[in-house]
């Protein structure tokens, strides 16, 4: 039977107009993301969309989105963190290498990026083989997002080759241990700037 995952990324937050690196380390909503989670949610009423289970990252960027989206109980799973980066942490993001970042940053005390997918892989598998799961939302990071994306781009004829946006939704269907991408939501925020 098919289920359906909906993994988004987190609001806009200080750190990312600030333009620092944001991994394992956190920065609160801006007033902007917090209206960007809401819109994300109200894109979920709208079309009907009821979710029988949430997750979070265990940052409290994804946490607080996630709570602007839908008023339901949530766990927070560590394995949807955001790309540990190591002493990169909190610095400019002008420092970062150029893409694709490969193991840049394990050398630095963070992750490699097969490590990265690997994490929210087994993480997202576990919770969508939960035999009452079928209509899932998970909040992440966009890394971590794109990460995942890149784990299933062989069995998906979605893509999207710029950067994920603040609270961009990815569908995914699930069925037979294989996610599928179906559609990416990327929402209109221009009446919110």
């Known amino acids: 039977m098919k289920k359906t995952l909906y993994l988004m990324r987190h609001g806009q937050t200080l750190f990312n107009v600030r333009r620092k690196v944001q991994g394992w380390c ?4 801006t007033e902007l993301g917090i209206n960007q989670a809401k819109i994300a949610g109200q894109y979920f009423k ?5 979710f029988d ?6 940052s409290e960027r ?6 602007q989206v839908a008023d339901i109980p949530y766990v927070r799973v560590r394995g949807l963190k955001e790309w540990n980066f ?3 942490e909190g610095e400019s993001e002008d420092l970062n290498p150029k893409l694709p ?6 050398q630095f005390g963070g992750e490699g990026e ?17 035999e009452d799961h079928q209509i899932v939302l998970a909040v992440s990071h966009g890394a971590s997002c794109r990460s995942f994306m890149r784990k299933w781009a062989h069995t998906s004829d979605v893509d999207q080759k710029e950067r994920l946006g603040n609270c961009c939704i990815l569908k995914f269907e699930y069925e037979n241990n ?10 209109d925020f221009d009446k919110l700037i």
């Not at 289970?53 to 265990?58: F, I, P």
């Open 178 to 187: 294989e996610f599928r991408l179906v559609e990416i939501i990327n929402h």
């Open 46 to 50: 709208d079309n009907n969309i009821t």
């Open 86 to 88: 190591g002493r990169f």
């Open 53 to 58: 289970h949430a997750y979070s990252s265990t």
């Open 114 to 130: 097969m490590e990265l997918r690997d994490r929210v892989s087994a993480a997202l598998l576990e919770i969508m083989n939960k």
């Open 62 to 67: 994804a946490c607080d989105t996630l709570e």
């Open 26 to 29: 956190d920065s609160p909503l």
């Open 101 to 106: 970042y490969g193991d840049f940053f394990v």
